[in-house]
Nanobody, 119 residues
Framework: QVQVVEVGGGLVQPGGSLRLSCAAS????????MGWYRRAPGKQRELVAA???????NYADSVKVRFTISRENAKNTVSLQMNSLNPEDTAVYYCNADVLTVTGRYDYWGQGTQVTVSS
């Protein structure tokens, strides 16, 4: 069994910053890609940023330059530093981990954390 838990999020004014963190734990042999997705009200879930085990990153065009994803392989954690936030960034943010366990390779998701950008 693998658990993925996000921390961070909350209410921030436009132009502000937030940091999201995520930790995977349990019967983990290795983690391939880790990433952050978000779902805004009335919209489909979208990729925000992803990072490979080797550190190769991928960002949605809307967050490039403003957001930075990082990970610590030894701790099975991934973080998302979000700067210059605007109301369009308001969404529930989900952590995703592509995990190799003793029984196979699976996608795991966190429960989501709310980010609200508003004055």
């Amino acid at each position: 069994q693998v658990q993925v838990v996000e921390v961070g999020g909350g209410l921030v004014q436009p132009g502000g910053s937030l940091r999201l963190s995520c930790a995977a734990s349990g019967s983990i042999f290795s983690i391939y890609a880790m990433g952050w997705y978000r779902r805004a009200p009335g919209k489909q879930r979208e990729l925000v940023a992803a990072i490979s085990r080797g550190g190769i990153t991928n960002y949605a065009d809307s967050v490039k330059v403003r957001f930075t994803i990082s990970r610590e392989n030894a701790k099975n954690t991934v973080s998302l530093q979000m700067n210059s936030l605007n109301p369009e960034d308001t969404a529930v943010y989900y952590c995703n981990a592509d995990v190799l366990t003793v029984t196979g390779r699976y996608d795991y998701w966190g429960q989501g954390t709310q980010v609200t950008v508003s004055s």
